[in-house]
């Protein structure tokens, strides 16, 4: 995964080879492929989704993009994660962006409970059909740490007083140059490429080898649209 200061990008600043921005490329960002299928630019379709929860990004305020890139232009992220950091460098908001293999994408907007340097925490309700093997109850607990060398993303479901599922990331970062982007490319064309595959896998051990439950996917609640990257498996009518 990338993690991009959208201020900058915005700038015309260098983007390090190969890395491109609204262009064809080995690996690229484009801005159709994320919140919505337009082209407005990210920070104006970010502003407007964080609105409906009454959180305003100020112009002192720094906005990054965490996500995988689109390579050579296909692009699918389960999850995509938008952070804002205030004047303070308290990490105060945060967007994340959730997709599914029925071509749909959901935005959480989320507000830290209570703002406290680098580290946030929120909770959300579950309003989004991910997995076949989960229903739409409970709620999400949200807790991230963003550093100037390492992000940690944790998203825990509790349904019923219990938790059911934990999803963790977690890295180094290290800086956007062509020298790191060449040396991490295989491992990000492969996460990118394998990640539907590795869907499909687990679905199958799941579902054939545990024998779970399986939960058909519910009318779609407000708030989820269109995915503007909805992946192969949407494609193929495979519904995972």
């Not at 409970?113 to 999400?140: C, I, Q, W």
């Not at 790191?180 to 054939?208: G, H, W």
């Not at 996917?217 to 909805?230: I, Q, V, W």
């Amino acid at each position: 995964m990338l993690l991009l200061n959208l201020k900058e990008l915005y700038k015309d600043k260098f983007i390090p080879w190969p890395l491109k921005h609204n262009q064809q490329g080995i690996i690229s960002i484009q801005d159709q492929d994320y919140i919505d299928s337009s082209s407005e630019h990210l920070l104006g379709k970010l502003g407007k989704e964080l609105s409906k929860a009454d959180i305003t990004i100020h112009d002192n305020d720094q906005i990054f993009l965490l996500a995988a890139p689109a390579v050579f232009g296909y692009s699918f992220n389960p999850a995509v994660f938008f952070f804002v950091i205030d004047k303070n460098s308290n990490l105060k908001s945060s967007l994340v962006e959730v997709h599914n293999t029925f071509g749909e994408s959901h935005c959480y907007p989320l507000k830290a409970d209570s703002p406290d340097g680098n580290s946030m925490s929120a909770t959300s309700s579950k309003e989004f059909h991910v997995s076949p093997f989960l229903d739409r109850k409970g709620h999400y607990e949200f807790e991230f740490t963003l550093s100037k060398n390492r992000a940690d993303i944790s998203i825990t479901l509790i349904q019923e007083n219990r938790e059911v599922l934990n999803s963790r990331f977690e890295g180094n970062l290290v800086p956007l140059k062509t020298t790191n982007l060449l040396t991490n490319l295989p491992s990000i064309l492969s996460s990118v490429l394998l990640t539907e595959f590795r869907i499909l896998k687990q679905a199958y051990r799941l579902y054939f080898k545990y024998k779970m439950n399986y939960f058909s996917k519910p009318n779609p609640l407000p708030g989820t649209t269109e995915s503007p990257s909805k992946g192969f498996i949407s494609k193929l009518k495979i519904r995972l």
